[in-house]
């Protein structure tokens, strides 16, 4: 499988490419990012920003993650869809979210964060590690390395 992933918001204005593969995927069901998507949870790879070539602009606003750290949210001030997440716990990383890639069958994510968030309706994927809250950072370098 190449390590060539394309993607772009709903309307197109923003498209992105990476040429690398994820450093990490994962869900996250925290209060932020359900508010942010309208849905259940957020679907995210992250990818080195090295790697990353953004066409079209992004507008980004700053929020701070229940974890504390400072999260800011890319997303299209066409659509309105939601496409980068630039966090600052992992600095040298971009955040995508799986639904704007071209193909979002090529999300495998590894996590399930912020679990205690989760709705009733929403079910909980076997077979991944789950977290009630943000992973610790010896878990998250855990992660970041498998
Ligand atoms: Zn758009
Ligand atoms: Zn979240």
């Not at 498209?15 to 259940?40: I, L, T």
């Not at 079910?123 to 878990?139: H, I, V």
Request: glycine share 6%; with cysteine; aromatic share 10%.
């Amino acid at each position: 499988m190449s390590d060539l992933y394309t993607g772009a918001c709903a309307c197109g204005k923003i498209q992105y490419e990476c040429n690398a593969a994820p450093v990490f995927s994962w869900k996250c069901h925290c209060r932020d990012c359900q508010r942010a998507s309208g849905s259940m949870l957020c679907p995210v790879m992250y990818v080195p920003k090295t790697a990353l070539t953004i066409s079209g602009q992004a507008k980004f606003y700053e929020v701070k993650a229940e974890s504390g750290n400072a999260v800011r949210r890319g997303f299209c001030s066409e659509c309105g869809s939601p496409v980068f997440i630039d966090a600052e716990l992992v600095p040298e990383l971009m955040g995508l979210w799986a639904a704007s890639l071209d193909d979002p069958s090529r999300f495998t994510p590894q996590v399930e964060v912020w679990t205690n968030s989760a709705h009733a309706w929403t079910s909980l994927q076997d077979g991944l590690d789950k977290f009630e809250q943000a992973p610790t950072s010896e878990q998250m370098q855990k992660i970041i390395s498998t």
